[in-house]
């Protein structure tokens, strides 16, 4: 019995030596192979050499080996075509993007939300800029729905949401420094926007529309409500009126008593999209068609198509009026809005291009869950030429 029992002992043992041994060899095979297919992916995405190809490399990496050197490859392809440079995101906690970004009136800097919080950004380097770390409070961990920069650069306003009650919040932007706050009873505040001079704030919410005077206290609601989107324009005697846009209507509102001065329906079938920072163009879209009317008249500038997929973001450049668009597709377009005519594109992001915003200088910045992206439209331009 005891030499049947160690003899059973020792067939258990070699037995499990045996089946260890081959787990082992089973994954050694397997992680082999899968380097190997790593490499071999590597290797032809390098011989392709494309902004598409590093792209969809880095969609499917996964602390890959060669992910920094795709990111490398793929930002000296797009610089060719007018990247600048990205954002730094090391900062933010995992799986935190960058959304709502704007650029100061001089276009030094980008400020943008990572999370909850504010942070800026140096708009030719991308390297983030420290700000006082006490300033920028967002009442109670709040989340931001909108910001601003005063036409001066030396304010910043935004919009919050909350449980019972929106915050409109305006601070220092040098310190962060609280200078006023005003609490929007049971509606979040989705958008701000500075009067021209600086003294006004419009805003919006998924109901009421009103203006805010900070240094007066001075509170107003619009008795319509439902706005889309918000902007001011001036008019051809220097008078800046608050313009609102909602489904195919447009309306402008006089700023010191919220009423009514015009209302304008447009003639389209198109969805509302939204308006440009300075309120002289709303535009509506259809899929790949993005449609652009003047808001003064209440006529069709342009219907620019040929876009590669659904139109989800745009931004006006004032400098030359260009239009930049960006898709779901992830592609940016560059556009002349006097000729309609396509200036150049680029396939910036991996995924949907969520935000973009035009500087006053020739430079929009662009968002979507893989990064956010500095490009120079001139640069754009010159290189869809070559």
């Not at 846009?245 to 309306?251: D, I, P």
Request: one cysteine or more.
């Amino acid at each position: 019995m005891k030499m049947l029992l160690s003899l059973i002992r020792k067939t258990l043992i070699v037995l499990f030596i045996l089946g260890l041994s081959v787990l082992i060899t089973v994954g050694l095979f397997r992680y082999r192979s899968e380097r190997g297919a790593e490499g071999d992916t590597w290797k032809q995405t390098v011989a392709e050499d494309t902004i598409e190809g590093y792209l969809k490399y880095l969609r499917n990496c996964q602390s890959c080996p060669h992910e920094r050197d795709a990111l490398d490859a793929l930002d000296r392809l797009q610089s060719r075509r007018g990247l600048v440079a990205r954002l730094e995101q090391g900062h933010l906690p995992p799986r935190v993007g960058i959304t709502l970004p704007v650029f100061s009136p001089d276009g030094k800097e980008i400020l943008a939300v990572g999370g909850r919080n504010l942070y800026f950004w140096d708009a030719f380097t991308g390297r983030r800029l420290i700000r006082s770390r006490d300033g920028f409070q967002t009442r109670g961990g709040r989340y931001l729905e909108s910001l601003a920069y005063s036409p001066d650069g030396s304010r910043i306003a935004a919009g919050m949401s909350g449980k019972e009650a929106g915050y409109l919040i305006l601070w220092d932007q040098k310190t962060g420094e609280l200078l006023a706050d005003h609490a929007v009873d049971w509606y979040d505040v989705k958008t701000v926007a500075f009067s021209p001079d600086g003294n006004s704030i419009g805003w919006s919410t998924h109901g009421p529309i009103g203006i805010w005077e900070p240094s007066s206290g001075k509170f107003l609601r619009a008795t319509h409500e439902g706005a889309s989107a918000l902007a001011f324009v001036r008019r051809d005697d220097g008078k800046a009126l608050l313009v609102t846009a909602s489904g195919r209507n447009v309306w402008f509102w006089d700023v010191a008593s919220m009423e009514v001065l015009k209302r304008s329906e447009l003639d389209t079938e198109r969805s509302l999209l939204g308006l440009s920072q300075d309120g002289l163009l709303v535009a509506f879209r259809q899929g790949s068609v993005l449609e652009l009317w003047d808001t003064r008249l209440g006529t069709l500038i342009a219907s620019l198509g040929n876009h590669e997929s659904e139109i989800t973001a745009f931004c006006r450049e004032s400098r030359k009026g260009w239009i930049a668009a960006g898709t779901k597709g992830g592609t940016l377009y560059l556009w002349d809005l006097a000729e309609a005519k396509r200036l150049g594109s680029v396939l910036a992001h991996d995924g949907p291009i969520e935000h973009i915003a035009c500087s006053k200088q020739g430079k929009v910045v662009t968002t979507s869950w893989d990064a956010a992206k500095i490009w120079d439209l001139e640069t754009l331009r010159a290189s869809s030429e070559q």
